[in-house]
């Protein structure tokens, strides 16, 4: 069973940055499909960005420009660097892997 584990949530002031990793308990060479997504309160979760094996990429219209979505095969982790925050994306993110293996949750929130 595959086992995702992420960190580098936190507390970030709008314009700020925090970068979130994701390490997987197994070669992510062997994960198709990788993706971040995010709960706010009250809200469902929504798909915020994917990674392909082959290292294609797509983001939410919301993110673009401002996320990006990497991948480091060897150490078996992607990451989700975020710049320019904004209030709006506070949320607790989630990793993915394969549409049906989740993470735990990190927080994310930005207030000044």
């Known amino acids: 069973q595959v086992q995702l584990v992420e960190s580098g949530g936190g507390l970030a002031q709008p314009g700020g940055s925090l970068r979130l990793s994701c390490a997987a308990s197994?070669?992510?060479?062997?994960?198709?499909?990788m993706g971040w997504y995010r709960q706010a309160p009250g809200k469902q979760r929504e798909l915020v960005a994917t990674?392909?094996?082959?290292?294609?990429?797509y983001y939410a219209d919301s993110v673009k420009g401002r996320f990006t979505f990497s991948r480091d095969n060897a150490k078996n982790t992607v990451y989700l660097q975020m710049n320019s925050l904004k209030r709006e994306d506070t949320a607790v993110y989630y990793c993915?892997?394969?549409?049906?293996?989740w993470g735990q949750g990190t927080q994310v929130t930005v207030s000044s």
């Open positions: 197994i070669s992510i060479f062997s994960i198709n499909f």
């Open positions: 993915n892997a394969n549409y049906h293996i």
């Open positions: 990674i392909s094996s082959g290292g294609g990429t």
